[in-house]
């Protein structure tokens, strides 16, 4: 389905979705430090390509949500180069943030869901924020909230959900948009096994539809449930990938 922007142009004239390139991620010798501390990731250097599903690891505290915290365009890193859809982010300037970030759906580990709005209006808020019609996000959210199994939920505010409907309300609010880029933090941490299973087919339909995706976890299980997945494991703050994942390194191949 694609949206209707009210009173708007169409979605491509106005620019979302333009821009895709080969690579719609690539770091040069990113570092990031908090305060005076270590480093706590240093010469992150490697290309995401557009369309491709990533699984991100690494022991707790290895740095996982500093990462992505550095793709959803919430920290600057301390040192390096980042660009995201082919634009350098690290010295875009503050009244564009907006824009890209709306172009990245993001579940993060501890939800962030607004207290006071029903579920139906969390979920709801990428669309409206968006500009699309109101009958239309209106279908959506239905739809969103019967794929993670909330529908009876609808009208209830976040604080009386348990963690796992909690973050079942965050996965639909982040896919909702259809973003071109999908950052998704411990995605599954307090649902049980057959709700994780459902989750993931979500992200790989998603993926199918064509948005690029990345999901830190810790459940290893999880690893097999997207077959053509890459790996990325964060070891002493550098990044490794075993299967191969990280190519075209910059200067070596995409754009
Ligand atoms: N805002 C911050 N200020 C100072 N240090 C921080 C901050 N955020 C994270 N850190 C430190 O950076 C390191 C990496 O933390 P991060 O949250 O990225 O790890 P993680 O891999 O996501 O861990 P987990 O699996 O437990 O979620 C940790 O040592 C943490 O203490
Ligand atoms: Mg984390």
């Known amino acids: 389905m694609r949206w209707h922007r009210r ?4 979605r491509n004239k106005a620019g979302i979705g333009q821009g895709r390139v080969a690579g719609i991620v690539q770091f040069e010798n990113v570092g990031l430090r908090y305060g005076h501390g270590d480093e706590v990731l240093r010469d992150l250097s490697f290309t995401l390509a557009a369309g491709e599903f990533y699984f991100l690891t690494g022991a707790s505290g290895a740095g996982k949500t500093s990462l992505l915290k550095l793709l959803y365009l919430a920290q600057r890193p301390s040192r390096g180069v980042i660009r995201l859809f082919g634009t350098d982010v690290v010295t875009l300037p503050r009244a564009r943030m907006p824009g890209f970030r709306r ?15 029903s579920i139906a209006d969390n979920v709801a808020l990428p669309l409206r924020i968006a500009g699309v019609l109101e009958s239309e996000v209106r279908d959506a959210v239905r739809e969103m909230l019967a794929w993670v199994g909330l529908s009876h939920r609808a009208d209830a505010r976040p604080p009386t959900l348990s963690g796992g409907e909690q973050q079942r309300v965050a996965i639909a609010r982040a896919v909702i948009g259809r973003p071109e880029l999908l950052v998704a933090d411990e995605p599954t941490g307090n649902v049980d096994e057959a709700m994780a299973e459902r989750l993931m087919q979500l992200f790989g339909s998603l993926n199918g539809l064509g948005t690029t995706v990345v999901v830190a976890t810790h459940d290893l299980t999880l690893l097999n449930r997207i077959k053509a997945a890459q790996m990325m494991r964060i070891v002493d703050g550098q990044l490794h990938d075993p299967t191969g994942a990280l190519r075209f390194p910059p200067g070596r191949g995409a754009a």
């Open 7 to 10: 009173g708007a142009a169409p």
């Open 103 to 117: 172009r990245i759906g993001v579940v993060y580990q501890d939800f962030r869901l607004v207290p006071h709005l």
